[in-house]
Every structure is written in structure tokens, then in C-alpha cells.
């Protein structure tokens, strides 16, 4: 079983939409998660961690629930810059090594 | 604002021989990384550096491969001898701290193995 899963999509979205996609995690080692975002063919950037209680970043909200192990990400009023790939990823605690998930790729049309 | 660069940003090369790529991390940051993402798969740890030695090293991380800090500024991948798998995009990332710090990614080396 893959450490971190995702659906790859891709999501189309029509602009002003909301868009919501999860991702599950195996290793309940896993500490902490970030969710990064990827155009195409360029690096990985941090969107936002994700926090126990839940947090928003704008038109962003990330959720997260040890106890099924899943983290979401919200996207509200979707914009069509955010057409990327979205990376949901995890980290154990005390470790550097960034655990990825395969991408959710999420296409915003007008 | 810093950022991380990375040289070249396509290295071609015939198998069998070897490639350093190169990265200088953000100035003031402590910990370095390498990641690589085949085309269409997903981005893969390899190796993380941190007082001038390895802290963590993946299974894909094989002899093949080293790392080193050569001066206070670049960070290398060295792949001795390629293989036709070795075909990516390796990603430099550079860190402030450990756990819980964001990781800096720069903009990517696409090394071809023909």
C-alpha cells in the first residue's frame, strides 16, 4: 500500500466553483502534512500546512482526521490559475524526509 | 526573495557516464535535500544533508550516488555512472531547520540518460 494516496483526477472545475479532494496516509507515524502545489513541469510550492483543528488560507482550507486518516483541501470561488497539480504530503516526527502522494490534478476551465 | 537555483536545468548524457548536478541552497539555511520525479510519477526523497553529512538516505539512494557540500554556498548530486532509469527531474530543496520547516524546492534539473 502506497504511503500517501491520491486521486489523480483530473478534477475539471468551472471557474467560481468549489473543488474538495482528500488524501489518505498509511503510516501512522506520520506527523505532519503540508499540501504543495505543482504546475507543470516546474518545482513543488508550498500552498499551506495542514493543521489538527483545521485551517483556511484564503480561499483554501485544509482539513485533517488521524482517525481515518485522510487530509483535504477545499478550494472555493476557483480561480483559473489554480489549474495545477496538488500535492498532499507528509512528514514523520523528527524527520526531514517529505513523504508525496502521486498529485491531484485539478483543471479550472471559464 | 531567496531562492534555491539549480544548474543546468537540462543535462543530457550518454549511459555510463557521470553527471553532477548542481544546487545552491538558500543562504541562511541548514538542511539540504535531493527529490527526483520520473515524468508522470510522483516526487521521491533520496537523500538529506545536514552538518556536512547524510542524515537520511532512501533505498534509491545507492552507491551510484553521492552528495557533497564542496563550499559554503553550492550543494551537488553526483551519479557515477547513469543508467537509463536515472531519467528525471531532480529537485534541490534547502530547509531553515528540520521537522516542521518549510523545504524550499528549486527549479529543477531534467537529466536525460540516451
Known amino acids: 500500500r502506497k504511503e500517501v494516496e491520491q486521486d489523480p483526477g483530473p478534477f475539471n472545475v468551472p471557474e467560481g466553483a468549489t473543488v474538495a479532494f482528500n488524501c489518505t496516509y498509511s503510516?501512522?507515524?506520520?506527523?505532519?502534512f503540508f499540501w504543495y502545489r505543482q504546475d507543470c513541469r516546474k518545482e513543488p510550492k508550498l500552498l499551506m500546512s495542514?493543521?489538527?483543528s483545521g485551517n483556511e488560507d484564503g480561499r483554501f482550507t485544509a482539513q485533517l482526521n488521524r482517525a481515518s486518516q485522510y487530509i483535504s483541501l477545499l478550494i472555493r470561488d476557483s480561480k483559473l490559475s489554480d489549474s495545477a497539480t496538488y500535492l498532499c504530503?507528509?512528514?514523520?516526527?523528527?524527520?526531514?524526509?517529505?513523504?508525496f502522494g502521486g498529485g491531484t490534478r485539478v483543471l479550472v476551465k471559464p | 526573495e531567496p531562492e534555491v537555483t539549480q544548474t543546468p536545468s537540462h543535462q543530457v548524457t550518454q549511459m555510463g557516464q557521470e553527471v553532477i548536478l548542481r544546487c545552491v541552497p538558500i543562504?541562511?539555511?541548514?538542511?539540504f535535500y535531493w527529490y527526483r520525479q520520473i515524468l508522470g510519477q510522483k516526487v521521491e526523497f533520496l537523500v538529506s544533508?545536514?552538518?556536512?553529512?547524510?542524515?537520511?538516505k532512501s533505498e534509491i539512494f545507492d552507491d551510484q550516488f553521492s552528495v557533497e557540500r564542496p563550499d559554503g554556498s553550492n550543494f551537488t548530486l553526483k551519479i557515477r555512472s547513469t543508467k537509463l532509469e536515472d531519467s528525471a527531474m531532480y529537485f534541490c530543496?534547502?530547509?531553515?531547520?528540520?521537522?516542521?520547516?518549510?523545504?524550499?524546492f528549486g527549479p529543477g534539473t531534467r537529466l536525460t540518460v540516451l
Open positions: 503510516n501512522s507515524a506520520s506527523q505532519s
Open positions: 530543496a534547502s530547509s531553515p531547520g528540520s521537522f516542521g520547516n518549510e523545504q524550499f
Open positions: 504530503v507528509a512528514i514523520k516526527a523528527a524527520g526531514n524526509k517529505l513523504t
Open positions: 543562504s541562511n539555511h541548514l538542511y
Open positions: 495542514v493543521y489538527s
Open positions: 544533508f545536514y552538518n556536512n553529512e547524510i542524515s537520511e
